[in-house]
Nanobody
Framework: HVQLVESGGGTVQVGGSLRLTCAVSDYSFSEYCLGWFRQAPGKELEAVSGISADGRSTYYADSVKGRFTIARDNAKNTVTLQMDSLKSEDTAMYYC?????????????????WGQGTQVTVS
């Protein structure tokens, strides 16, 4: 049974930084893409960032390009999302996601497993 556990959310001022971490319990972690999605109140779930299984390809939503950085550590079974220059519109529940062996996990329909979410509030 695959489990994804996020940590690192919280409240930060505009312009501040947060680092989200997702720990994945799966022995074949390195074979799958990983992604971060977010959902703000009253809005749809959207892809924020994703990374391919081999770590060579990444995806960023236009709204976070240049501010967020995704990285994976296949030795530790973790994926992180470094969020800098945070804006109030980044406020949302952030979810870690594990998808297929191909692509960068940017499509909701392709996701096989989800974390429970961690709240990010920028004020």
């Amino acid at each position: 049974h695959v489990q994804l556990v996020e940590s690192g959310g919280g409240t930060v001022q505009v312009g501040g930084s947060l680092r989200l971490t997702c720990a994945v319990s799966d022995y074949s972690f390195s074979e799958y893409c990983l992604g971060w999605f977010r959902q703000a109140p009253g809005k749809e779930l959207e892809a924020v960032s994703g990374i391919s299984a081999d770590g060579r390809s990444t995806y960023y939503a236009d709204s976070v390009k240049g501010r967020f950085t995704i990285a994976r550590d296949n030795a530790k079974n973790t994926v992180t999302l470094q969020m800098d220059s945070l804006k109030s519109e980044d406020t949302a529940m952030y979810y870690c996601a594990l998808g297929p062996s191909f692509g960068t996990c940017k499509a909701v329909a392709a996701i096989n497993y989800w974390g429970q979410g961690t709240q990010v509030t920028v004020s």
